[in-house]
């Protein structure tokens, strides 16, 4: 309760109480669905209701004051403006000041302020709407924060990306919507960003840039004290922008996670001396723990507001800060069932035919369908939430059958776009490199690796990102990072005007080009970094995911070997190993696996000569490894292996990059290990993997230490394999490790990893 003036006079006898809803709500659909159940929600409590809000938006929202008793034209964007017409109007004070809209709450707390209502302190509004002041008082707090600079221009940045190790946020320093919020990793892209910020002459800010997985905090205050009412999932389109294009709640999480999440979120809330109304709080989900996002005094936009009393039966959202406020009893519902939201994503274009909307519009689980584009329309780039064309929320039993229904409810739609993006529109190439510490030393057999270079390429319209390949490098392989960027450079520049996205066979000039560019000696990682992004460019012209494109199976979960490198602990716990051999311990350490129940794969990595492998061979034997890979250095030996191993499958992986190794790896060991990043990308691993499979051949998908989107890349195969090594990104991107995970296998392009919904069927 704040009261900066002696309130006025309340609602006499036979007057029911008011709300006044300042800021009512925007023009969009959201924004106009939640003011008007605000209202509804006031009414059915005999409040009687008021709204303000600016002239033009009140004419353009008819359903919000069609909703009020009463409407007024006042700018909320004049906080102390709006508490002087409060204070001024003649008759009783409200009973509640309350605000739906984000830019809103300033002229909340300060109306509740000045006439004596509940409702948030005004400073503390101010605060946590001024995201760097929030970031400095959540850190002073010691919650963990993302390092940030308020900026005032475009030297203060560049100084920013110079004394810092990226990639870095460049955002508004107040806004919502993700709009002007943009990802650089390196002063190349600075200017792009700087020029889609909404106001560029006002200070913005530099932000570190957090890789974890994000989530959201739904909650009201009753009592004054921040209650949860449940997590939320999120998924995000690729950088550079941040536009959500989806929710799940409640989030898939341990109840020991949860817990934490919740108890992070609720004490940052009092820190900020936050305690009416709602609340809504972004974090991330790291390897080092919680890292707080933004934070607001709303409700959540993408449609929460609906998800939230389906998830909870009987929760009426706003009526519980109104039965708090006016002191009457509060019970908050448990979480029964579970809500999704799914965003419509086409490609950028003029919309020529759209198929299978009426039937999404009838489905019985459709809690809320919108889709504003019909042929004619053009369909903006996603650079914010505001450009997002419709949606889908759906109702379900589980988050996993919540979020898998609306996910094909919304590729069910058929949206054809012409693309701006022709045979004649030839795209720019960017390279970026950035050098990245691994999360802990990986070592093998001959090489213990600490840093890794991180390769990007983009093709561009623009700043608009046509398609975009991503790729580590090693220089223990042999893996030059400043001269791979060169080579793929040059090729990608080369099959730009050669390669168009729209042909009728897309893949099929693609396939040639590489070809030509391995005769020519062009390096495998190049290829494969040029590879990702002409057929991820090739698959977001289609609509398509890139394993439908390619003609795959649909990816299923990816059940994951769990790698142990050299001199780390073996864990016990029944998952499968994959074991690092090939140095001076290998007798104490297989010693130490006999007797554990886990399926083994032993990777030597061509670390044993004849004198080593007579040595070991009992163990080796006594195991029966599932798996036996690269065990020799001579290719000789390989047949007294496998004579001494008949149920176990041998497979070489070191050096098998060309058809021909492959050829051989099947013909003397009996199956083999591809990685995607020595045979030069998807197209000539597809190949060695399908040969494999027609020889009946021990088929194993590996992967170096990779970031996250060159492995889902790869897991796109891993239906064609018997076992899947695909964990390097853990190493690399921070991710927890798990034995498991699925692939965000609908949307357009290349997918992303999706951890929760490894449940489905999967391990995780």
């Given at each position: 309760?704040?009261?900066?003036?002696?309130p006025r006079?309340?609602a006499?006898?036979?007057?029911?109480p008011?709300?006044?809803?300042i800021g009512?709500?925007g023009?969009m659909?959201?924004?106009?669905?939640?003011?008007?159940?605000?209202?509804?929600?006031?009414?059915?409590?005999g409040l009687?209701?008021?709204?303000?809000?600016?002239?033009g938006t009140?004419t353009?929202t008819?359903?919000v004051?069609?909703?009020?008793?009463?409407a007024?034209?006042v700018?909320f964007?004049?906080?102390a403006?709006?508490?002087?017409?409060?204070?001024a109007r003649?008759?009783?004070a409200?009973?509640?000041?309350?605000g739906?809209?984000?830019?809103?709450?300033e002229a909340?707390?300060?109306t509740a302020?000045a006439l004596?209502l509940p409702?948030n302190?005004p400073?503390a509004?101010?605060?946590v709407r001024?995201?760097?002041?929030?970031r400095?008082?959540?850190?002073?707090a010691?919650?963990?924060q993302p390092?940030?600079r308020?900026?005032?221009d475009?030297?203060?940045?560049r100084?920013v990306?110079?004394?810092s190790t990226g990639?870095w946020?460049?955002?508004p320093r107040?806004?919502?919507?993700s709009?002007?919020?943009?990802?650089?990793?390196g002063?190349?892209?600075l200017p792009?960003?700087?020029?889609?910020?909404?106001?560029p002459?006002?200070?913005?800010l530099?932000e570190?840039?957090?890789d974890?997985?994000?989530?959201?905090?739904?909650?009201?205050f009753v009592?004054?004290?921040?209650?949860v009412?449940?997590?939320?999932?999120?998924?995000?389109?690729?950088p550079?922008?941040?536009?959500?294009?989806?929710?799940t709640?409640p989030?898939?999480?341990?109840a020991?996670e949860r817990?934490v999440?919740?108890t992070?979120?609720t004490s940052?809330?009092?820190?900020l001396?936050?305690?009416s109304?709602l609340f809504h709080v972004?974090?991330?989900?790291?390897?080092?723990?919680?890292?707080?996002g933004e934070?607001?005094a709303r409700?959540g936009?993408?449609?929460i507001?609906?998800?939230?009393p389906?998830a909870?039966?009987g929760?009426?959202?706003y009526?519980?800060v109104?039965d708090?406020?006016?002191?009457?009893?509060?019970?908050?519902p448990?979480?029964?069932?579970?809500?999704?939201t799914?965003?419509f994503?086409?490609p950028?274009?003029?919309v020529?035919?759209v198929?299978?909307?009426?039937e999404?519009?009838?489905h019985?689980?459709?809690l809320h369908?919108?889709?504003r584009?019909?042929?004619?329309?053009?369909?903006p780039?996603?650079r914010?939430?505001?450009?997002?064309v419709?949606?889908?929320?759906?109702?379900?039993?589980?988050p996993?059958?919540?979020?898998?229904?609306?996910?094909?409810?919304?590729?069910?739609?058929?949206?054809t776009?012409?693309?701006?993006?022709?045979?004649a529109?030839?795209?720019?190439v960017r390279?970026?490199?950035?050098?990245?510490?691994?999360t802990?030393s990986f070592?093998?057999?001959?090489?213990?690796?600490?840093?890794v270079?991180?390769?990007r390429?983009?093709?561009?319209d623009?700043?608009?990102?046509l398609g975009e390949?991503?790729?580590a490098?090693?220089?223990g392989?042999?893996?030059?990072?400043?001269?791979?960027?060169?080579?793929?450079?040059?090729?990608a520049?080369?099959?730009?005007?050669?390669c168009?996205a729209d042909?009728p066979?897309?893949v099929?000039?693609?396939?040639?080009a590489?070809?030509?560019a391995?005769?020519?000696g062009v390096?495998?990682p190049?290829?494969?970094l040029?590879?990702?992004?002409?057929?991820?460019?090739?698959?977001?012209t289609?609509?398509?995911?890139?394993?439908?494109?390619l003609?795959?199976p649909?990816?299923?979960p990816?059940?994951?070997?769990?790698t142990?490198?050299?001199?780390?602990?073996?864990?016990l716990?029944?998952?499968?190993?994959?074991?690092k051999?090939?140095?001076p311990?290998d007798?104490?350490?297989?010693?130490?696996?006999?007797?554990?129940?886990?399926?083994?794969?032993l990777?030597a990595?061509?670390?044993w000569?004849?004198a080593d492998w007579e040595?070991?061979?009992?163990?080796?034997?006594?195991?029966?490894?599932t798996?036996?890979?690269?065990?020799?250095?001579?290719?000789?030996?390989?047949?007294a292996v496998r004579?001494?191993?008949?149920?176990?499958s041998?497979?070489?992986?070191?050096?098998?990059?060309?058809?021909?190794?492959?050829?051989?790896?099947v013909r003397?060991?009996g199956g083999?290990?591809v990685?995607?990043?020595?045979?030069?990308?998807?197209?000539?691993?597809?190949?060695?993997?399908?040969?494999?499979?027609e020889?009946?051949?021990?088929r194993?998908?590996?992967?170096?230490?990779?970031?996250?989107?060159?492995?889902a890349?790869?897991?796109?195969?891993?239906?064609?394999a018997?076992?899947s090594?695909l964990?390097?990104h853990f190493w690399?991107?921070?991710?927890p490790?798990?034995?498991?995970?699925?692939?965000d296998s609908?949307?357009?392009?290349?997918?992303?990893i999706r951890?929760?919904?490894?449940n489905?069927g999967g391990p995780?």
């Amino acid at each position: 309760m704040t009261a900066a003036t002696p309130p006025r006079t309340q609602a006499g006898p036979g007057r029911a109480p008011e709300l006044l809803l300042i800021g009512g709500g925007g023009a969009m659909t959201l924004s106009v669905d939640v003011a008007v159940q605000a209202l509804e929600q006031a009414r059915a409590r005999g409040l009687r209701t008021t709204v303000t809000n600016q002239a033009g938006t009140l004419t353009a929202t008819p359903e919000v004051t069609a909703a009020a008793d009463a409407a007024h034209a006042v700018d909320f964007t004049d906080p102390a403006g709006t508490a002087a017409w409060a204070a001024a109007r003649p008759g009783p004070a409200p009973a509640l000041a309350f605000g739906v809209r984000e830019m809103a709450q300033e002229a909340v707390a300060a109306t509740a302020a000045a006439l004596g209502l509940p409702g948030n302190p005004p400073e503390a509004v101010r605060r946590v709407r001024t995201k760097d002041a929030c970031r400095a008082a959540l850190a002073a707090a010691g919650f963990r924060q993302p390092a940030v600079r308020l900026c005032a221009d475009e030297t203060e940045a560049r100084s920013v990306l110079t004394t810092s190790t990226g990639p870095w946020v460049v955002k508004p320093r107040d806004g919502a919507d993700s709009a002007g919020v943009r990802k650089v990793t390196g002063p190349d892209e600075l200017p792009a960003a700087l020029a889609g910020l909404p106001e560029p002459e006002a200070p913005f800010l530099v932000e570190e840039f957090v890789d974890g997985t994000e989530y959201s905090v739904e909650g009201v205050f009753v009592g004054g004290s921040p209650r949860v009412l449940a997590v939320t999932a999120k998924e995000k389109l690729d950088p550079p922008h941040f536009v959500e294009i989806g929710h799940t709640l409640p989030a898939e999480l341990p109840a020991a996670e949860r817990a934490v999440i919740e108890t992070a979120v609720t004490s940052a809330l009092t820190a900020l001396d936050l305690c009416s109304g709602l609340f809504h709080v972004e974090l991330w989900r790291t390897a080092e723990g919680i890292v707080l996002g933004e934070v607001h005094a709303r409700v959540g936009g993408g449609w929460i507001h609906r998800m939230l009393p389906y998830a909870l039966p009987g929760l009426e959202l706003y009526g519980t800060v109104y039965d708090d406020a006016l002191g009457r009893p509060v019970t908050l519902p448990a979480a029964t069932r579970a809500a999704a939201t799914r965003y419509f994503a086409p490609p950028p274009g003029r919309v020529i035919a759209v198929e299978g909307w009426e039937e999404v519009r009838g489905h019985p689980a459709v809690l809320h369908a919108e889709l504003r584009v019909a042929p004619g329309d053009t369909v903006p780039a996603y650079r914010s939430g505001a450009d997002r064309v419709g949606a889908v929320v759906v109702g379900a039993d589980t988050p996993a059958k919540a979020r898998a229904l609306a996910r094909r409810l919304v590729d069910s739609v058929r949206i054809t776009v012409e693309t701006a993006h022709t045979a004649a529109a030839v795209p720019d190439v960017r390279v970026t490199l950035e050098p990245r510490p691994l999360t802990s030393s990986f070592q093998i057999s001959h090489m213990t690796i600490e840093t890794v270079d991180i390769l990007r390429l983009q093709l561009l319209d623009g700043e608009h990102v046509l398609g975009e390949g991503e790729i580590a490098a090693d220089r223990g392989y042999g893996q030059d990072g400043p001269a791979i960027a060169d080579e793929a450079r040059a090729l990608a520049t080369s099959m730009a005007a050669h390669c168009p996205a729209d042909a009728p066979d897309p893949v099929a000039p693609i396939r040639s080009a590489l070809e030509k560019a391995a005769a020519d000696g062009v390096c495998a990682p190049a290829r494969m970094l040029t590879e990702m992004a002409f057929l991820d460019r090739a698959a977001r012209t289609a609509g398509l995911p890139l394993w439908r494109l390619l003609g795959l199976p649909e990816p299923g979960p990816v059940r994951l070997l769990h790698t142990v490198p050299i001199g780390e602990d073996i864990p016990l716990d029944g998952r499968p190993l994959k074991i690092k051999l090939g140095g001076p311990d290998d007798e104490r350490v297989l010693r130490g696996l006999l007797g554990v129940d886990a399926p083994l794969i032993l990777d030597a990595n061509r670390g044993w000569d004849a004198a080593d492998w007579e040595r070991l061979r009992p163990l080796v034997v006594a195991l029966a490894p599932t798996v036996l890979e690269d065990p020799v250095r001579d290719p000789a030996l390989l047949p007294a292996v496998r004579a001494a191993l008949p149920r176990t499958s041998v497979l070489l992986d070191e050096g098998v990059a060309t058809p021909a190794d492959a050829e051989f790896a099947v013909r003397t060991a009996g199956g083999l290990n591809v990685k995607l990043m020595r045979f030069g990308g998807i197209l000539p691993a597809l190949s060695a993997l399908t040969s494999a499979t027609e020889r009946g051949a021990g088929r194993m998908l590996g992967c170096f230490l990779e970031p996250p989107r060159a492995i889902a890349y790869a897991a796109q195969l891993a239906g064609l394999a018997d076992w899947s090594d695909l964990d390097g990104h853990f190493w690399v991107s921070g991710d927890p490790a798990v034995p498991g995970y699925t692939l965000d296998s609908g949307e357009p392009g290349i997918p992303h990893i999706r951890y929760a919904a490894a449940n489905d069927g999967g391990p995780a």
